[in-house]
């Protein structure tokens, strides 16, 4: 059985991703399959054909990340480039994994920030969302990356609306509490699942 994971920034996709971890659950992290993704050797000879060669070091082949990182945030028809090139070998991952495990007895994580955005949520089971008030978010935002709200405000609208999230969601995590509630919570719903009560 496959459970997807999303949420808004800083709603505490991760925190609830290792409290997963911590039972035992395998996660599938999108952050981190993009990261081996670009490190790829086709992704990185695609990256030189169509972004050009100054984005991949000559000397060691590594992903010049911080050049493209820039590139892609001040240049929207290249962040296009990119995505084209690295979201549907996300997704190929992401559709053999639904193969292996959406008939099966085991619970595995789709931990994917974008989501439904990729409309990702049809190779899941179910989908739980992680929901958080809005100034709670900024303020944990502001907590942990030390950026401002108007940042954040942007990379807030950037994403689907927090109703839409809610709306599409099987299952919502509520996390305006402490640590300790929310790991009863996250601990509860698979105790539910393994007994076919959700
Ligand atoms: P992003 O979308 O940026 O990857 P995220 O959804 O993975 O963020 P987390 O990094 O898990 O969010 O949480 C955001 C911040 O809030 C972190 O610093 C985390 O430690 C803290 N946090 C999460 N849940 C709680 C909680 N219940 N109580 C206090 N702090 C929390």
Redesign the pocket.
Known sequence: MILGLT????????????IFLSMGLKVFDA?LIAKNILESDTTKEEIKERLGKEFVNLKDNSVEKNLLKTEVFNKPEKLKILNSIVHPKVLKIYKDLSSKYFQSHEIVIFDV?LLFEVNLEMYCNKVIV?D?GSEL?IE??K???GINEELINK?VSNQISRDERNLKADIIIE????????EIKVKKIIYDIERGKI
């Open positions: 949420g808004g920034i800083g709603s505490g996709k991760s925190t609830v991703s290792k952050d920030p992680v958080i978010q944990r935002i907590r942990r990356d990379i996390n305006n509490g402490t640590l300790e509630e929310l």
